[in-house]
C-alpha cells in the first residue's frame, strides 16, 4: 500500500486548495473526488521516500577492511 498526495480542484481562480493524504493500493484507480466531501481533487506529484540503488557493492560490516579503503580514506571534501 502507497500513501497519495491529493488536493481539491477549486471552483474559482482564487478558491482554496485543501491537500489530503490517502493510503491506496498501487493498482487502485487515482480518486477523482474526495473521499468525505465529494469535491473535485487531482493527485499531487511528490518527492518520495526511498532508496536508490547504485549498483555499488560494500563489504558486510563483519568483514575486515582492506587498507586505503573508502570508509576509512577520511573526508572526501576538503574541510573548511
Not at 478558491?15 to 473526488?33: A, D, I, K, N
Not at 511528490?46 to 555499488?56: A, D
Not at 568483514?63 to 572526501?76: L, M, Q, W
Request: charged letters at 20%; a positive charge; aromatic letters at 8%.
Amino acid at each position: 500500500m502507497a500513501t497519495y498526495v491529493y488536493e481539491t480542484v477549486p471552483s474559482g481562480p482564487r478558491g482554496p486548495e485543501r491537500r489530503f493524504e490517502v493510503v491506496q493500493s498501487m493498482r487502485e484507480q487515482p480518486l477523482t473526488r474526495h473521499p468525505d466531501t465529494g469535491e473535485p481533487v487531482r493527485r499531487v506529484i511528490t518527492g518520495g521516500y526511498g532508496f536508490i540503488r547504485t549498483g555499488e557493492k560494500t563489504a558486510p560490516p563483519s568483514a575486515p577492511c582492506a587498507p586505503g579503503c573508502a570508509c576509512h580514506s577520511g573526508p572526501k571534501f576538503p574541510q573548511p
